[in-house]
């Protein structure tokens, strides 16, 4: 379901979810310790920001490869390149297609918690990478501590309850300690989760926080749009409701957190 949602929703998503996944691109990509000249691959790039910030970084000297099971997304990532040499591919992220140690590091921004399998996946980027190669890969807090999703998710998990274990999917990795466990189950040594917090102004509910979602922007957008519109509202006006504002058209700032997953193959 999640993929389909992703897939309509590829227009919207750098207005949504996009808007803060690339605050954490330049701590990915630092503690992954990409470089001029590493071979790099972003699993679940998305609209591609990580691969876009990868790419310049590693220069001529180096390549980039950017997969996504969405071809939309892959679309609108490709758009934004522009001229960058990046490879873009449609791959499932529990077989990628590249053979053993093909790479210096891996990363991927808030992809992890929607595969299936995850150790399957963790055991290929661990495979993928070079020996001493890094991976890291972020995941959200608890919808509390990511209020720009997990307040919408919530609200729409009431309305669509048979829907709620994929609604709340993003904040599957919210444990740290749960989490290390996956990379120390798939092989990967040195294994470390940290929380990163940002902050994120808003122009006010109406143009800025929730017009995204009225676009139907990633999955929560489509979900919000699959409603019939007395449903809608009742979701917006519990949003609204619980977010620091008096008013549909002031000013309000959100901090939002992330768990930074890095580990080491052997």
Not at 37 to 48: E, F, K, M, R, Y
């Amino acid at each position: 379901m999640h993929t389909l949602r992703y897939d309509a929703g590829a227009g919207a998503y750098d207005r949504l979810t996009g808007r803060w996944s690339r605050m954490y691109v330049d701590h990915v990509l630092d503690a992954a310790g990409v470089r001029s000249g590493n071979q790099v691959l972003d699993v679940a790039t998305g609209t591609g920001d990580a691969a876009i910030a990868a790419a310049d970084r590693v220069g001529s000297a180096g390549r980039v490869v950017a997969v996504d099971i969405s071809a939309p997304m892959l679309r609108e990532a490709e758009a934004k390149a522009g001229m960058r040499a990046i490879e873009f591919a449609v791959a499932d992220a529990q077989r990628l297609p590249y053979a053993d140690g093909s790479f210096d590091a891996i990363v991927c921004l808030f992809g992890v918690m929607f595969v299936p399998d995850k150790i399957a996946m963790l055991a290929g980027f661990r495979r993928a990478l070079r020996p001493g190669g890094r991976v890291v890969a972020t995941s959200w807090a608890t919808p509390t501590q990511a209020p720009f999703a997990g307040l919408v998710a919530e609200a729409l998990a009431e309305q669509l309850p048979e829907d709620r274990a994929d609604l709340l999917r993003p904040f599957s990795l919210a444990d740290p300690d749960a989490n290390a466990a996956l990379y120390r189950a798939a092989g990967f040594v040195d294994v470390n989760v940290s929380l990163q917090t940002r902050h994120s102004p808003f122009t006010s509910f109406d143009r800025d926080f929730w017009e995204p979602i009225e676009a139907g922007g990633g999955r929560l957008g489509q979900a919000y749009l699959g409603l019939p519109q007395i449903t809608r509202q009742a979701v917006r006006e519990r949003v609204l409701g619980q977010l620091p504002v008096r008013s549909v058209s002031e000013p309000f700032q959100l901090q939002h957190s992330a768990w930074v997953a890095v580990a080491t193959a052997r």
